[in-house]
């Protein structure tokens, strides 16, 4: 059923449709991986270095494949991990009229949480006759400590257990980590009991999901045949990152056994980066597998970003610098390191736009992406300066950033849409983070909207308020927040408040809207102007406009997280603290010393750098190895002696001090 389905004829278009030019996937001398990796559609995995151009490769196979696929109720799907690759996959794919196609039935784009949740556990949770309301650890796991009895609490307080203790690893409730209450013991039972109730009100955590979707398949196993015949071709990408849970799942699904589903998987193991540290990776179905297409050349960046950054692969990658893309009619620019103290580490960001300004032109930075990251952007304590990007910024809101969860107020629902519009005018992600806000609100004032409508949420609002007075109030909200670009000041804010209550009370059907939610109703912080708020540039949309009186470019801010996948013009990577400076830690690989997450010792053995090593060196891969044109690291001075500074001299780097005024 796959034969012809990609042709000689058709990868030329793609590449065109990609903004590659029609030779974007021709073969390069006598290579000719690029043309393969677009033509078959046997079960492989592609697992290749950074920039090799994994995702333009999967939207254009999936461009063709929209074009030619001749199955009306079989279709492809297409898993990725993260919210943030699926909006990127889908905005790839709306630029060909074929594309669009792909988002609608019989195909399937998101996340495997989502698939999991819409194919499996929901379906069979209703069927046992449980209406999911929600599905978001955060908010699962606050229903179930308030269903706790005041004395439960506070037992669980004094042996340190948070409330991810309410997290569930088995069907009847139990599993789970909950220190040395074993299941005789009552405050077990209570945590069980909070569990089961909230379950059984419909609110889940994100992982527990799985548990239900692998109920489904043993109670009727032959879900499985059934699914493989509706999604005879799979895509999982970011591939590196699945989880145990994840991999053993998909496998179950759509490999194992008799008459699997074609399979192609995209990742690569050097970038695997989790959540929280506590995250593991896949221990089954391993990526790679046995069968690897290779793609050796990175199209993002050229050789000498590549020389710097290719120590830092735990496993060493041949990485061939291919790019970067002639966009912008610049050249790269010599990787630099910022340097500085207590005094003057609120001073990096600025130093950064000013060597922005002296490397690129205008039209360079009109049309370039400028970013700032961190390896954790929450502050802590506020001490080891830098232990996280608030250091350098102290407006920075990492729940802004934060991609995954869901904003806490409804302010910040606005904030993070303005961020991740970043003042492109996309008007879309506003109303819709506006309707997502009404829901949420609605949500906690008690309304039951159900889950997993694949309706945008303005849709939805727009449809549940009908022709009712509230949709008065609905549009009236909506110009608002329109007219002043999402970003409302606390008197605007007071203006808009009548209109959003009208439209709760009429969405959650409550006459008097209670104390969870009046909090999520909180006003806007007023923007402080004083020494760390606007005055120097950094915004609650997370933000840094250069220079901050007359803006002549912005600068993204985020964990590295967040960037995973992306292609930036200038990236400045900032130090900062897990256990150790992750970039001091770093600093034999950044010298030459050292390179990759294996040494050889004095017998000849091959010895690990250790498992936070690796972390640390596939976090700042990641980051280093998002920029075309720039790669900026910000560190202590003081983590350099004289002679090391000379070496990254010898090796290309540009100092720039920024304790000299
Ligand atoms: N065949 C190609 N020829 C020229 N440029 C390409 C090609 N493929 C991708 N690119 C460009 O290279 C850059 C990186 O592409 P892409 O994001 O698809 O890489 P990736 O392998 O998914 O990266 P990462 O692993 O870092 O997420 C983009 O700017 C893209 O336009």
């Known amino acids: 059923m796959f034969d012809d389905l990609i042709r000689e004829e058709d990868v030329a278009w793609a590449a065109a449709l990609m903004g590659l030019g029609p030779d974007g996937f021709a073969p390069v001398g006598d290579d000719v991986s690029r043309l393969q990796a677009m033509l078959r559609l046997d079960t492989v995995d592609f697992e290749a270095c950074p920039g090799s151009g994994k995702t333009t490769l999967l939207v254009a196979k999936l461009a063709v494949l929209a074009m030619r696929w001749p199955h009306r109720q079989q279709g492809i799907c297409v898993l990725s991990h993260t919210n ?66 005041q004395n439960r609490r506070w037992a669980l307080r004094q042996a340190n257990l948070s409330e991810t203790c309410l997290i569930y690893e088995n069907i009847d409730y139990g599993g789970g980590q909950t220190g ?27 992982d527990e999901m799985f548990l239900w979707a692998n109920e489904l398949l043993d109670r009727h196993p032959e879900t499985v045949s059934t699914l493989r015949w509706r999604f005879p071709l799979v895509f999982v990408d970011e591939a590196q990152d699945n989880s145990e849970a994840q991999s053993a799942l998909l496998h179950r699904l759509f490999c194992h056994g008799d008459a699997p589903s074609r399979r192609q998987r995209f990742g690569d193991s ?75 580490v609120q001073g990096v960001l600025a130093r950064y736009g000013q060597h922005l300004l002296e490397s690129f032109d205008a039209a360079a930075l009109e049309k370039g992406v400028f970013t700032a990251v961190a390896g954790v952007h929450e502050l802590g304590k506020d001490d080891r300066i830098p232990r996280a990007l608030g250091h350098y910024a102290p407006s920075y809101d990492p729940v802004c950033a934060r991609r995954e ?9 606005l904030a993070r849409a303005r961020f991740e519009t970043a003042g492109s005018g996309n008007t879309d992600r506003l109303v819709n983070a506006t309707a997502a806000a009404l829901l949420a609100a609605s949500e906690l004032a008690g309304g039951t909207h159900g889950y997993g409508s694949r309706k945008s949420p303005h849709r939805r609002v727009a449809y549940m308020l009908g022709d009712s007075d509230a949709r008065a109030d609905y549009l009236a909200l909506q110009e608002i927040v329109l007219t002043h670009q999402g970003n409302l000041s606390p008197v605007i804010w007071m203006a ?166």
Request: charged share 20%; proline share 7%.
């Open 180 to 206: 040395n209450f074993g299941p005789h013991t009552p405050t077990y039972r209570a945590i069980v009991e909070a569990r089961r109730t909230s379950s059984e009100q419909g609110y889940f955590c994100f």
């Open 496 to 661: 808009a408040l009548a209109h959003v209550e009208g439209v709760v009370r009429h969405l959650s059907g409550a006459a008097a809207l209670g104390g969870d939610v009046i909090t999520f109703l909180a006003p806007p912080q007023p923007e402080a102007l004083a020494e760390g708020g606007l005055a120097n540039g950094a915004r609650s949309d997370n933000l840094f406009v250069y220079p901050p009186d007359a803006p002549q470019l912005r600068i993204r801010l985020g964990s590295i997280h967040s960037v995973k996948g992306e292609t930036h013009t200038a990236t400045l990577v900032l130090d900062s603290f897990y256990h150790n400076h992750h970039l001091s830690e770093l600093k034999p690989w950044l010298l030459g010393a050292k390179s990759g997450g294996f040494s050889t010792n004095r017998r000849g053995r091959q010895v690990s750098e250790g498992a936070r090593m690796h972390g640390r060196l596939k976090l700042h891969y990641v980051a280093m190895t998002r920029p075309t044109h720039l790669l900026c690291l910000a560190m202590r001075k003081d983590a350099f002696v004289e002679d090391e500074l000379n070496t990254l001299t010898n090796r290309g780097w540009t100092i720039i001090d920024c304790t000299i005024a």
């Open 405 to 413: 969860s869901a904003p806490s107020s409804f302010v910040q629902y």
């Open 84 to 149: 943030a690759a699926r909006n990127e996959i889908s905005a790839k794919l709306s630029h060909s009229a074929a594309g669009i196609v792909l988002t609608r039935y019989p195909h399937f784009v998101g996340t495997i949480h989502a698939f999991v949740n819409e194919y499996l556990a929901l379906p069979w949770l209703r069927s046992k006759g449980t209406e999911v309301r929600c599905v978001d650890t955060q908010i699962a796991l606050a229903k179930r400590w308030s269903l706790l009895p």
């Open 270 to 344: 050097n970038q695997a980066i989790y959540g929280s540290p506590s995250q593991r990776g896949a221990t089954s179905d391993l990526f790679p597998g046995a069968v690897i297409h290779p793609m050796p050349r990175s199209y993002r960046f050229g050789q000498d970003l590549a020389d710097h950054v290719k120590g830092l692969g735990v496993t060493p990658q041949a990485l061939l610098g291919a790019g970067p893309p002639d966009l912008l009619g610049v050249d790269p620019k010599a990787p630099a390191i910022f340097l500085f103290d207590d005094g003057s």
